[in-house]
């Protein structure tokens, strides 16, 4: 019933910015926990970035913290994040994902996955 859908990865250089979108179908968007987690080839999945359902709330990664910044719109059952600054090591498959415990970062277990978007940085 529920499905995750996201767009706005791509190729961009270092220094540079691009933001993803996650749209999610089904279910009851705005009380699920939302947030972003990436994976890198030969990595384990880290997680980046998470927001309560009343965007009160945010979470993120150390290695993002001053670089990205996650939102919500629940009117529009959208989550965002807004990537600046990206360097190389940000180059990873980026996942939204929908309903889990935020302060759990990496070790937590959504429910619902997006399908993945690429987002590559050149050096």
Do not use: H
Not at 19 to 31: D, I, M, P
């Amino acid at each position: 019933q529920v499905q995750l859908v996201e767009s706005g990865g791509g190729l961009v250089q270092a220094g540079g910015s691009l933001r993803l979108s996650c749209v999610v179908f089904g279910g009851t968007f705005s009380r699920y926990p939302m947030g972003w987690f990436r994976q890198a080839p030969g990595k384990e999945r880290e997680f980046v970035a998470a927001i309560n359902w009343s965007a009160s709330t945010t979470y993120y990664t150390d290695s993002v913290k001053g670089r990205f910044t996650i939102s919500r719109d629940n009117a529009k059952n959208t989550v965002y994040l807004q990537m600046n600054s990206l360097k190389p090591e940000d180059t990873a498959v980026y996942y939204c994902a929908a309903d889990f415990i935020p302060d759990q970062g990496t070790d937590a277990n959504p429910m619902y996955w997006g399908q993945g978007t690429q987002v590559s940085v050149s050096a």
